[in-house]
């Protein structure tokens, strides 16, 4: 009792305190960023009391496509009787991801660990009777993989938060009753920090309410005093550390230094029976490896039954990244953006000293490979996964002319891969691009 009274009375006085600027030192951030640089691939889980019905996670009550009182009579379904925390990890750690986000409560407010802070959980609130992340972490943690948790800021459940529903609201302007809600959030950050000490936060819901509303400054001054390396999401109102772009891979490369899309295997987050749509282990590869050429990471969903099994399409997605990924390995950890899409027909990464130039062949050639811009000299290009070397030449490069020719690459049929080739290119330095619209002939 002692502990739980000393915790709201620091909490009261955290939230009295001005919110700062977010102004990390670049050194800090360099190193606590290193381990999520190098991940590449992490894998998100979104399981809750949704998976009963197989109903939209917390919007299906929101926009009032069911009755709020229906959804959470999905409690009384929610069993978790095969959960497996050990076979989700192997599984996890079997696809070659590096990290792995749980929800530990979605915006409808049942709280996946045993909290003290509310009365929504699945200890409390449903026929499971446990604590479902702990179990998890400590797998998590005896894999060697790194532990995010998601959590919601806005909890629609609790009593406190000004709506319940798109077009339900409990107050307005209500300074007291927000307070109570922001102690309770403090709260409940605070038992999850303190029982898993996790490497990363995934925070959701920030839209609904402002940095200061949030006191955004204030949360990641307590998350960093348990543990000063902890890396944050984008999604707490300018206070995280990289961005979370969703589901729609960018474009053209982010901004943000450090990035990661998160997307479904089929098109929904949690478990939905009726949506059939999964894409294919192809189709999601090829999403990666556009992630990697644009510098990403690629957070890959799967949404288990109530029961805690995970349907078969989801863990077959999951063995074929792992297949391909453990053959392809060098041109995936630790590599950066490429050289861009002008340059070649696929997408392209490089090693961190920059003089290895990775190829991703999507697609089947229809004779060489081409490359251009490419002003360094290429020493060596072989098949990654099997080593085979292969043969390559120059074209088009006059000795009077200062820009590149044009290389191409043979790629036998026998050295694809079922789902992605990948070409690896030694140079004779960091990899150099030409820039320029080419040149008129003057002397010859």
Same mark, same amino acid.
């Given at each position: 009792?002692?502990?739980?009274?000393?915790?709201?009375? #620091? *909490?009261?006085?955290?939230?009295?305190?001005?919110?700062?600027?977010?102004?990390?030192?670049? #050194?800090?951030?360099?190193?606590?960023?290193?381990?999520?640089?190098?991940?590449?691939?992490?894998?998100?889980?979104?399981?809750?009391?949704?998976?009963?019905?197989?109903?939209?996670?917390?919007?299906?009550?929101?926009?009032?496509?069911?009755?709020?009182?229906?959804?959470?009579?999905?409690?009384?379904?929610? /069993?978790?009787?095969?959960?497996?925390?050990?076979?989700?990890?192997?599984?996890?750690?079997?696809?070659?991801?590096?990290? /792995?986000?749980?929800?530990?409560?979605?915006?409808?407010?049942?709280?996946?660990? &045993?909290?003290?802070?509310?009365?929504?959980?699945?200890?409390?609130?449903?026929?499971?009777?446990?604590?479902?992340?702990?179990?998890?972490?400590?797998?998590?943690?005896?894999?060697?993989?790194?532990?995010?948790?998601?959590?919601?800021?806005?909890?629609?459940?609790?009593?406190?938060?000004?709506?319940?529903?798109?077009?339900?609201?409990?107050?307005? &302007?209500?300074?007291?009753?927000?307070?109570?809600?922001?102690?309770?959030?403090? #709260?409940?950050?605070?038992?999850?920090?303190?029982?898993?000490?996790?490497?990363?936060?995934?925070?959701?819901?920030?839209?609904?309410?402002?940095?200061?509303?949030?006191?955004?400054?204030?949360?990641?001054?307590?998350?960093?005093?348990?543990?000063?390396?902890?890396?944050?999401?984008?999604?707490?109102?300018?206070?995280?550390?990289?961005?979370?772009?969703?589901?729609?891979?960018?474009?053209? +490369?982010?901004? &943000?230094?450090?990035?990661? *899309?998160?997307?479904?295997?089929? &098109?929904?987050?949690?478990?939905?029976?009726?949506?059939?749509?999964?894409?294919?282990?192809?189709?999601? *590869? +090829?999403?990666?490896?556009?992630?990697?050429?644009?510098?990403?990471?690629?957070?890959?969903?799967?949404?288990?039954?109530?029961?805690?099994?995970?349907?078969?399409?989801?863990?077959?997605?999951?063995?074929?990244?792992?297949?391909?990924?453990?053959?392809?390995?060098?041109?995936?950890?630790?590599?950066?953006?490429?050289?861009?899409?002008?340059?070649?027909?696929?997408?392209?990464?490089?090693?961190?000293?920059?003089?290895?130039?990775?190829?991703?062949?999507?697609?089947?050639?229809?004779?060489?490979?081409?490359?251009?811009? *490419?002003?360094?000299?290429?020493?060596?290009?072989?098949?990654?996964?099997?080593?085979?070397?292969?043969?390559?030449?120059?074209?088009?490069?006059?000795?009077?002319?200062?820009?590149?020719?044009?290389?191409?690459?043979?790629?036998?049929?026998?050295?694809?891969?079922?789902?992605?080739?990948?070409?690896?290119?030694?140079?004779?330095?960091?990899?150099?691009?030409?820039?320029? #619209?080419?040149?008129?002939?003057?002397?010859?």
């Amino acid at each position: 009792m002692k502990h739980i009274i000393f915790t709201f009375l #620091a *909490l009261a006085g955290c939230l009295q305190m001005q919110a700062q600027p977010f102004t990390p030192d670049s #050194a800090t951030y360099e190193s606590r960023m290193d381990w999520f640089g190098k991940a590449k691939l992490g894998i998100f889980i979104h399981w809750g009391i949704y998976a009963v019905k197989g109903v939209s996670e917390s919007w299906s009550f929101y926009n009032n496509y069911l009755p709020y009182g229906e959804y959470m009579k999905q409690c009384e379904g929610f /069993t978790a009787s095969r959960y497996d925390p050990k076979a989700w990890v192997d599984l996890i750690k079997e696809s070659g991801a590096q990290y /792995t986000v749980i929800t530990t409560k979605h915006h409808d407010g049942v709280a996946l660990w &045993d909290t003290k802070a509310g009365s929504l959980s699945t200890k409390k609130s449903t026929p499971a009777r446990r604590d479902l992340i702990t179990p998890f972490a400590k797998e998590v943690r005896k894999a060697g993989l790194k532990l995010g948790l998601y959590y919601s800021l806005v909890d629609w459940s609790n009593e406190n938060y000004p709506n319940k529903t798109k077009t339900e609201q409990r107050y307005k &302007d209500d300074p007291a009753r927000w307070n109570k809600f922001v102690k309770f959030n403090f #709260a409940q950050l605070s038992e999850l920090s303190n029982q898993f000490n996790p490497d990363l936060y995934w925070f959701d819901g920030d839209w609904e309410q402002t940095a200061e509303a949030w006191h955004s400054a204030d949360i990641i001054k307590m998350l960093r005093a348990k543990n000063p390396n902890v890396v944050v999401n984008s999604r707490i109102q300018g206070y995280g550390d990289y961005a979370t772009p969703e589901v729609g891979i960018p474009v053209s +490369r982010p901004k &943000d230094k450090y990035w990661e *899309l998160c997307m479904t295997i089929n &098109d929904s987050w949690g478990y939905q029976p009726t949506d059939l749509e999964f894409k294919s282990p192809y189709m999601l *590869l +090829r999403t990666f490896v556009d992630c990697l050429s644009m510098g990403g990471n690629l957070l890959l969903d799967f949404g288990p039954r109530e029961d805690g099994t995970i349907p078969q399409q989801e863990v077959d997605v999951l063995k074929e990244f792992g297949r391909w990924i453990r053959k392809h390995r060098e041109a995936v950890y630790d590599t950066r953006a490429g050289i861009g899409a002008e340059c070649f027909q696929g997408y392209t990464t490089l090693n961190k000293a920059g003089d290895v130039l990775y190829l991703y062949l999507p697609y089947k050639p229809n004779g060489k490979i081409e490359v251009k811009g *490419l002003l360094n000299k290429v020493h060596r290009a072989w098949v990654v996964g099997s080593g085979q070397t292969l043969n390559y030449q120059l074209y088009n490069h006059a000795y009077w002319s200062s820009t590149p020719g044009n290389l191409y690459i043979d790629v036998p049929d026998e050295v694809l891969d079922p789902q992605i080739t990948v070409i690896a290119l030694l140079l004779d330095g960091p990899a150099r691009i030409y820039k320029g #619209a080419g040149q008129v002939v003057t002397a010859n």
